[in-house]
């Protein structure tokens, strides 16, 4: 097997969480307001359950899911189907690119570098897309402990600067806003069809759906801290704060002594934030060499990738338009691939169970 | 022409060189012999004790079996081809001719020179055993055997090198080394076709998957103790003659961070220890690079009074801060080449010259700075921290270095973010160089960054999937 449950609990817990750090905390504080905690718990909530209809259902098969869509309607619908989730996982990685470009551009650089200082990811995003499941599983084994001790860290030099009486009073926002920001939070956040993805390509064991879910919602939990922590600092003026979490450890009283450390934790914690933006780009790269046939997966990575370079250097500094864009329209492909097309996945043939 | 002159005849027009000495001599009966030796391998001496002497009691009608029932030496072998007694000459051991008969012996008598048995230069230990392998293969076979007395222990030998004929040994276990794995390195090694093999390293280029690789494809070991605790945990070990480097297969990256001493320490100490060898190659690969970068790109890294403390040191310096540590690093990599090489009595003078002078006066010129200078001689100590990484490590420091200078700190962590990528997925002969971190192996983390107590390394290593899985059985009871 390719990848193994716990390499899949380990993408769960650790991608989950970097994918929210950035931009996410500042879209949902913006319309839900000091209940964007809800906001995010409600997008949780059904990616929750989506993640574990899909890890139930690799309880019941063998096969991939590629192979499902095979089965049930024929090669030719699914090659379709596969292209599709190509470009899903192309588009919903667009908006991603261009906020880590900003990001990078704010945490790495004193002054407004030039965006060739970016592009070199994409070299990376070549090199670890033209990779398989195999990569994937072992990249999250070293992504996991090293996300870990960042989180820990950056946890523990924020939360004594936290007060979470700013939360209170709860449910003051109209309810309308609060799903507003979960719909509008939650467009570029793609984890349910990271398994679906993985479907058949690992050994199921009992009880390793609950495993998955578990990790999910462990990840849940503690982008929720996060958020709880960065509105406990920040107050009202959340909305304002660009790339989060790299203003939460800002008060901390040791760095006056020792320098910005916490941006030595960010660094780290970039890496896996690579890990996390490349993950999607492997996944468009698996997905057209399964629609297409053709096996070199270089060559596609290239092509891909790309794409990606044209796009960022043609958007550069648009990104607000862009994310307005995403945010208003990408949230139907979102809730077509991330939830209705994997709860579906449920009435193709199975074949025999496991 | 006699038989013992054709033979003879045969032998000389192989081998002409003039250090093929033709030794004839007669029994008392008046039986001629002929024994033909490499002059400077073969023990000349023995050669009189266990061959001449007692041959000397022959009798002119006695046949071949007779003769030799009457040898003393403990390795004859009966031979009849002409090409292998060449062989056998040019390996350092003798051909004997009886006058008389087509068929010859050979004998054993091969005794290279070679130095005595010594602690290693490189793996050096306080606590432990202290003998190290030499360029002798049979000694070093002989220093493995005394270690391993198991009926299990096996031994493939293997020639390699057109005209070296280097022997290279295959040492492994039975039943504790995966299925097939001695045989595929054997088939790997056999197929490479080379002039000469002077030491092992040519070896560990043939068996790897990728020679080209930036890092180690091959365990190495200098220390017969550490060798065999490798062998008994399913690896294979190659012993090439002419070489005191053994190698292991397959290898992981993190028995570089493994000392020898660490299995004879207590396992607090152990980890302590492990986890500082980490730490110190990370920070002398990066930290040249960051201090470029923060200089460069992102001041806020440094705290403000060390700040203060930089700024005041560079200032007025001619070059930037790239460049200065550039050729901070370049200096300091011209003074270890140069003090490898040079004599030892010059060296001491080198050390002064180059680490004093250069140093103080370049620094009070104002072409260095005093903070590029402790950097980048600390980030050297680090990297000796871990010897057997240096050849990688050292190319990383310099990777690391361009690609700060030019892309700053994100080019850094984007070169981290490769490199993980990069050494994920190799793998040699099943085994993946980032075991058991990636992928993760429990049972094996007991024994990676962390040692844990002996009591708790019952299994031999996972990643191996050796058939023998148990390695320390003990009385529950006790614990």
Redesign the interface.
């Known amino acids: 097997m390719k990848i193994?449950v716990?390499?899949i609990c380990f993408i769960m817990a650790a991608y989950t969480v970097v994918a929210r750090l950035l931009l996410f905390p500042m879209e949902l504080s913006n319309i839900s307001g000091r209940d964007y905690l809800f906001s995010a718990l409600a997008g949780f909530a059904v990616q929750t359950v989506v993640i574990w209809a899909v890890a139930y259902l690799c309880s019941r098969t063998q096969k991939t899911f590629f192979q499902l869509l095979e089965d049930t309607f024929g090669n030719i619908v699914a090659r379709i189907i596969y292209g599709l989730f190509a470009l899903f996982f192309m588009a919903g990685t667009l908006v991603p690119i261009l906020e880590h470009k900003l990001y990078?551009h704010a945490i790495?650089?004193?002054t407004l570098?030039s965006l060739t200082?970016?592009l070199?990811?994409f070299?990376?995003a070549v090199?670890?897309a033209s990779?398989g499941f195999?990569?994937i599983?072992?990249?999250a084994?070293?992504?996991f402990p090293l996300f870990a001790l960042c989180f820990v860290f950056i946890m523990v030099m924020s939360f004594g600067e936290a007060k979470f009486a700013e939360l209170l009073p709860v449910f003051k926002t109209p309810v309308t806003k609060i799903f507003g920001g979960t719909v509008a939070g939650a467009y570029r956040f793609v984890e349910p069809c990271w398994l679906l993805m993985f479907m058949g390509h690992f050994e199921y064991k009992k009880g390793d759906a609950a495993k998955i879910t578990v990790s999910y919602a462990v990840a849940a939990a503690l982008v929720l801290l996060f958020l709880a922590v960065l509105y406990g600092i920040y107050g009202s003026i959340t909305p304002s704060r660009q790339f989060a979490v790299s203003k939460t450890a800002l008060y901390f009283p040791a760095i006056?002594?020792?320098?910005?450390i916490d941006?030595?934790v960010l660094?780290v914690m970039?890496?896996v934030m690579?890990?996390w933006l490349v993950l999607n780009i492997q996944l468009a790269v698996q997905c057209i060499s399964e629609c297409t046939g053709y096996k070199d997966k270089f060559i596609i990575s290239l092509a891909v990738n790309a794409v990606f370079i044209v796009l960022t250097v043609t958007l550069d500094h648009k990104f607000s338009a862009v994310q307005g864009f995403f945010a208003s329209w990408f949230w139907i492909a979102t809730l077509l691939f991330t939830v209705i097309f994997p709860l579906c996945a449920w009435a193709l043939k199975k074949g025999a169970k496991r | 022409m006699t038989t013992l002159e054709k033979n003879i005849k045969a032998i000389k027009s192989v081998l002409s060189s003039q250090d093929i000495l033709v030794f004839e001599f007669k029994s008392e009966a008046g039986k001629k012999f002929a024994a033909i030796y490499a002059d400077g391998i073969a023990d000349k001496q023995l050669l009189g004790e266990l061959v001449v002497k007692p041959l000397r009691a022959v009798k002119p009608d006695d046949k071949l079996e007779d003769v030799k029932q009457l040898l003393a030496s403990p390795e004859v072998k009966d031979c009849d081809k002409i090409s292998d007694g060449i062989k056998e000459i040019s390996d350092g051991n003798a051909v004997l001719f009886v006058d008389g008969e087509k068929d010859f012996f050979i004998i054993g008598l091969k005794c290279p020179p070679v130095r005595a048995v010594a602690e290693p230069p490189t793996q050096i230990t306080v606590k432990g055993p202290r003998e190290g392998f030499i360029e002798d293969v049979k000694t070093n076979l002989g220093l493995i055997r005394k270690r391993i007395k198991s009926d299990k222990l096996q031994i493939k030998t293997v020639k390699v090198g057109e005209r070296s004929d280097t022997a290279v040994a295959l040492v492994y276990i039975d039943g504790v080394c995966p299925d097939g794995l001695p045989e595929k390195i054997e088939k790997e090694i056999a197929a490479n076709k080379i002039d000469i093999v002077p030491d092992s390293s040519y070896i560990s280029q043939f068996i790897a998957k990728k020679p080209r690789s930036l890092f180690k494809r091959c365990g190495t070991c200098e220390k017969p103790d550490i060798f065999c605790a490798k062998v008994c945990e399913g690896r294979v070990g190659i012993v090439a003659d002419g070489s005191p480097i053994a190698l292991t297969v397959p290898y992981m990256i993190v028995e570089d961070f493994q000392s020898a001493e660490d299995y004879y320490i207590t396992s607090y100490r152990a980890t302590t220890l492990r986890i500082l060898r980490l730490l110190s190659v990370i920070i002398g690969v990066i930290l040249p690079a960051l201090y470029i970068s923060a200089q460069l790109?992102?001041?806020?890294?440094?705290?403000?009074q060390?700040?203060l403390k930089i700024s005041s040191s560079v200032a007025g310096l001619a070059l930037s801060p790239s460049v200065e540590m550039f050729l901070t690093l370049f200096v300091l990599e011209v003074l270890n080449e140069a003090s490898i090489r040079m004599p030892k009595y010059v060296g001491l003078a080198l050390s002064v010259v180059g680490a004093l002078v250069l140093g103080d006066t370049a620094v009070k010129a104002g072409i260095i700075s005093t903070p590029a200078i402790i950097i980048i001689a600390f980030s050297a100590i680090c990297l000796y921290t871990v010897p057997n990484l240096v050849e990688t490590t050292t190319t990383l420091r310099w990777l690391f270095l361009i690609i700060s200078g030019s892309?700053?700190?994100?080019?850094?962590?984007?070169f981290?973010?490769?490199l993980?990528?990069?050494l994920?997925?190799e793998q040699d002969y099943g085994v993946?160089l980032?075991a058991p971190?990636?992928?993760?192996v429990k049972n094996d983390l007991y024994d990676s960054m962390v040692k844990a107590n002996i009591n708790n390394l019952k299994r031999r290593p996972e990643v191996f999937r050796s058939k023998n899985k148990v390695r320390l059985q003990s009385d529950e009871n006790k614990r």
């Not at chain 1, 006056?256 to 910005?260: A, E, F, P, Q, T």
């Open positions: 193994n716990r390499q990078v790495f650089y004193d570098p200082v970016f070199p990811f070299f990376f090199f670890a990779k195999k990569n599983g072992r990249s084994d070293i992504c006056d002594m020792l320098g910005r941006l030595l660094y970039e890496i690579l890990f | 790109f992102k001041i806020q890294i440094i705290p403000l060390l700040l892309l700053g700190p994100f080019g850094m962590v984007l981290a973010a490769f993980i990528c990069y994920a997925t993946p980032m971190f990636a992928p993760l």
